[in-house]
């Protein structure tokens, strides 16, 4: 018997990692993203479906962990000062849309016929957006860090915090019974159990944690660190849990607190292996809760629940964005990704059915309201992107934001800003990187480059990104005017820091010496000399007289070209300046000399050192 329980397990097992490897490479392929592949595998296996995998709930309750890591790993990323910066966000702009999109979804579920403590709860379980599918659909953009990205993470964390006070609001709109009353904990007694849960918590973080992990960072032991980021993200969120608040919010305050500890990396590596399967894992389970008998018994209300309150709670949330000063396209984007209810809706309404604020047939119906609008979300955004026209001319895309400064800035990440930067890095030096194509950076954050998207041309972003106290700055890209533009300002604002930039010619390099470029490097100039070494030894000339000729060729001509820069004059043009027309006909005919003298086998004698 126990082994047919086992290989029925088993199956089960199976059934869901089959699904997953399907379906999702399946809805990618279709453009259609990595959630909605999960929520349609899940549909497929679940009890409303094939029915190889039947307990739903406890897939969904084993899954959410996916989520708290996620969260973890969001607060990894949020220095204590980086969230304090967003404390308007997180508390203003988050309570404005609570409190507006609450009150008019309650409105919507009077209008349905329901009474005001019914609609009350079920609209307040909608407000409270899915965390899973926002950040999944966030970090496949490469937008959490970006400034929109962060208002959203901002407005889900303080739904988050919503939480305790609506299960005490559920408590209190209770039918009174004598047995409830004598079991009822007084407010105070909540709060303060809260309060002391977190304070802990900060304790632990502060005082704790990074003496555990040097400890067990000189142990060596690769599997005993893995273990100990697992305990820190579960232990945090069951002490939250303990003390009333929500086991994500413990997750995330955990990741603040070790957002600047020196094995940040190795805990976001040890936890996204479990982070990225867990929350898989809880798409799935939400496919496989979408109770089909239901939805067919109660089609009508459940389908104009699902329009009506998705509808008003983008309204209102594109309504709020643009009072914050959003502009058209962030505001519809976060309308379409935020429409949608959210996990904890489902731990809200057991809790209201358990209480008998609403009974088994409304919890029914509104759980799958928010499992359907759920679903539709994923899809709704493709369709949007496909032909809602979401990016028209003249609303750029924001600049995403620095999370930390570093001593060396390289901007221009195309084949040539590639090279330097991989050097640097390679070399154990950390690089803040600015790039102005959003294919780019999404494809170097894709492949692990951290690369911020901004225009490095305008003053406040290299402000933000470090300039000031900056060491190198490295001017890779290929345009010569704003090239030119970021050296002027660099040197401006810090007058010692060393600057090597990219030049397109020899005028550009005129022009870039003289707005304090320290090396100026023309983009084609090393790659020509080889070229031209190449050509020689095909000619028959040997190797090292070849070498000889680069070598020669290099020196003169960089000597050169500092000489004529100091009388480059830009309004004379190019070949009207008869001081710089002198000094390259001298230097063309006494590099032919030093090249003839020592392919007659004599030494140069070079006075000008080793530039």
């Not at 970006?146 to 299960?167: A, Y």
Request: aromatic share 8%; with cysteine; net charge negative.
């Amino acid at each position: 018997m126990a082994a047919e329980s086992s290989s029925f397990d088993l199956i089960q097992v199976v059934s869901l990692l089959g699904a997953a490897v399907v379906a999702v490479p399946l809805f990618k392929r279709l453009g259609l993203g990595s959630v909605l592949g999960y929520l349609a595998a899940g549909l497929a296996i679940g009890p409303y479906g094939l029915a190889l995998v039947t307990d739903s709930h406890a897939i969904i309750h084993i899954a959410e962990f996916g989520v708290v890591m996620f969260l973890f790993v969001i607060g990894l990323e949020m220095k204590p000062s980086h969230l304090w910066g967003l404390r308007r966000q997180i508390f203003g702009l988050g309570s404005l849309q609570v409190i507006l999109c609450s009150i008019l979804l309650t409105f919507v579920g009077v209008l349905f016929g329901f009474s005001w403590a019914v609609s009350f709860v079920s609209a307040t379980g909608f407000v409270l957006t899915s965390t899973a599918i926002v950040m999944q659909v966030l970090g496949e953009r490469q937008e959490l860090a970006s400034p929109r990205g962060q208002r959203i993470v901002s407005i889900l964390l303080f739904e988050d915090l919503l939480i305790v006070p609506l299960l005490a609001i559920v408590a209190f709109l209770a039918p009174a019974t004598p047995e409830s009353a004598a079991h009822a904990t007084p407010l105070w007694q909540t709060i303060g159990t809260a309060l002391l849960s977190l304070a802990a918590l900060v304790a632990a973080g502060l005082w704790v944690l990074n003496p555990l992990f040097r400890v067990l960072a000189a142990s060596r032991a690769r599997e005993v660190m893995t273990a100990a980021a697992l305990l820190v993200v579960l232990g945090a969120g069951l002490l939250m849990e303990m003390g009333g608040l929500s086991i994500a919010m413990g997750a995330f305050v955990a990741g603040v607190l070790l957002s600047e500890s020196s094995f940040r990396h190795q805990l976001e590596a040890d936890i996204e292996p479990f982070r990225g399967l867990l929350l898989g894992l809880f798409f799935l389970g939400v496919g496989m809760a979408l109770d089909l008998k239901v939805v067919a018994e109660n089609w009508g209300i459940i389908v104009s629940g699902v329009i009506a309150l998705m509808v008003t709670k983008a309204l209102c949330v594109y309504g709020v964005a643009r009072f914050a000063g959003s502009n058209h396209t962030d505001a519809m984007d976060r309308a379409l990704l935020m429409a949608q209810g959210g996990e904890f809706a489902f731990v809200l309404y057991s809790a209201a059915a358990s209480a008998g604020v609403i009974d088994a047939r409304v919890n029914a119906n509104m759980t799958a309201i928010v499992v359907l609008s759920m679903a539709i979300t994923p899809l709704v955004l493709v369709l949007y992107q496909r032909f809602g026209n979401p990016a028209p001319a003249g609303e750029a895309r924001e600049a995403d934001t620095f999370d930390e400064q570093h001593p060396i800035l390289v901007v221009g990440m195309g084949r040539f800003g590639q090279i330097v930067n991989s050097m640097l890095q390679m070399s154990s030096h950390s690089t803040t990187v600015i790039d102005l194509d959003p294919t780019t950076v999404a494809g170097l954050n894709r492949y692990g480059i951290k690369t911020h998207f901004g225009d490095a041309s305008r003053p406040e972003l290299l402000l933000t990104a470090g300039i000031e106290n900056a060491r190198l700055l490295v001017i890779a890209i290929d345009n010569r005017e704003q090239a030119l533009s970021i050296a002027h300002f660099a040197r401006e604002v810090n007058p010692n820091i060393d600057i090597v930039a990219r030049a397109y010619d020899r005028l550009h390099t005129f022009d870039l010496y003289q707005a304090g470029a320290n090396e100026i490097v023309r983009e084609t100039f090393d790659a020509a000399i080889r070229a031209g070494k190449r050509a020689l030894e095909r000619l028959g000339m040997s190797r090292d007289d070849a070498e000889k000729v680069g070598k020669i060729f290099y020196r003169h001509d960089r000597h050169g070209m500092i000489e004529q820069a100091r009388v480059y004059d830009p309004t004379l043009g190019p070949f009207n300046n008869k001081q710089m027309a002198e000094l390259v006909v001298a230097q063309r005919e006494s590099t032919r000399e030093a090249v003839q003298a020592a392919l007659r086998g004599e030494e140069e004698e070079w006075p000008h050192g080793d530039d």
